[in-house]
């Protein structure tokens, strides 16, 4: 179930980590976990943006430009899938997330997100296929199941994060476009929301706005900018996001129905010129406070809550990418609410698009370059 959510602003605060160079081509960092062995996986993708496990321990990639690879754990790259939909991959636009279906491993189904042409520009769209791992991978009866409403975005801020509940259902984020930001404040349209969707692609009945007329059936939530993190919280099934602000007020949030998160009325950042967004103000009645937020802005994306036993003292802990600022952030959580930070990583100048949990209780990180790695970050010596 989706849990309300606690409100605790906080200014991001963190400490600068150490760093020794490690032999075969690992580093390690100092940490509150102790030294931690950072090691390459894989190298040679093309701005890598989202990373699933298969049931053999092999990954799913996907490279922005629209590719989809299957990776070994030795770090050996497939060609790309078939029949990946074409994309638009200009600006911060492309092939996006993927996820397994709950039920992968009697189904073989994935979803992912993508820029989708549309009206001389692109909108966000998911679609689902069966994978087909063989010896020439491909993606098997492609459906579209989503397709973001509103007008074309012309390059920025698309979200396109992915989750899937206990019940099946899809959640997506959707950006505001940069250019259409007063719409994510509105319901005739999928700019700057969640969505929650069946499978099939249909609005659940118990959507929040499915009776309210002149709204979209699909919105879960409104009033966001460009969520690039979404998780759900093992320990209470709360669905938890984060997004980018502008200059400052990058936020982690809780995800309730029917709720409004505030942009582009209220925001703890202001414009990239330094003038006061929507009202000047950081907070407003009858919109949620974020639960954290980042000022001056790190530009997050990709969100985990940790449940391994490789690092026990970091159990329950929410951990995010950071584009901008080029470190692992880690959230210690506690009665519901983070508390407090800590930057990993500090010295690997690398963007991080992505952070999952892997089989082996390690964390797996995406780097967005021209060169994109797989990391494996494990307990050092």
């Known amino acids: 179930m989706i849990m309300p ?3 605790l602003v906080c200014f991001a605060f963190g400490f600068a980590l150490g760093f020794a160079p490690l032999a075969a081509g690992a580093q390690s960092n100092t940490s509150s976990a102790g030294p931690l062995a950072v090691e390459t996986v894989a190298k040679g993708l093309d701005h890598p943006w989202a990373l699933a496990f298969l049931p053999d321990s092999r990954m799913l990639v996907t ?4 590719r989809i690879r299957i990776v070994t754990a030795k770090g050996e790259l497939s060609t790309p899938l078939a029949n990946v939909p074409k994309v638009v991959a200009r600006s911060q636009g492309g092939l996006l997330d993927l996820i397994l279906d709950r039920n992968f491993a009697q189904n073989r189904t994935i979803y992912f997100s993508y820029a ?9 769209a998911v679609a689902r296929a069966t994978l087909d791992a063989g010896e020439a991978p491909a993606l098997r009866d492609v459906k579209v199941i989503f397709q973001q409403a509103g007008p074309a975005s012309r390059g920025q801020h698309f979200g396109g994060r992915i989750v899937q509940s206990a019940d099946d259902n899809l959640f997506i984020t959707t950006g505001d476009h940069f250019s259409d930001r007063d719409m994510a404040q509105t319901l005739d349209n999928d700019i700057g929301k969640v ?3 069946t499978p099939n692609g249909e609005a659940p009945k118990d959507n929040p706005f499915v009776d309210r007329s002149g709204a979209r059936a699909v919105i879960w939530s409104y009033g966001h900018r460009n969520p690039q993190g979404l998780t759900v919280n093992p320990a209470d099934g709360s669905l938890w996001e984060q997004e980018h602000g502008a200059r400052g007020g990058d936020e982690i949030n809780v995800i309730r129905p029917g709720k409004n998160y505030g942009w582009p009325v209220v925001s703890y950042g202001v414009n990239y010129d330094g003038t006061p967004v929507g009202t000047g103000k950081q907070r407003a009645e009858g919109m949620e406070d974020p639960l954290w937020h980042w000022t001056p802005s790190i530009a997050p994306s990709g969100l985990t809550f940790y449940t391994g036993d490789l690092f026990p ?3 329950g802990s929410l951990f995010s990418g950071a584009l901008r600022a080029q470190f692992l952030s880690r959230l210690e959580i506690k009665d519901g609410k983070p508390v407090r930070e800590e930057r990993l990583l500090t010295n690997l100048n690398e963007r991080i698009r992505d952070v999952r949990q892997g089989p082996d209780g390690a964390l797996y990180l995406l780097t967005d370059e021209n060169n994109g790695r797989i990391l494996r970050v494990t307990p050092g010596r």
């Open 5 to 7: 959510s606690r409100t």
């Open 63 to 66: 490279e922005r430009p629209g």
């Open 116 to 124: 989708e042409p549309f009206d001389g520009g692109a909108r966000t």
């Open 195 to 197: 969505v929650r969707i």
């Open 313 to 315: 003292q970091w159990k």
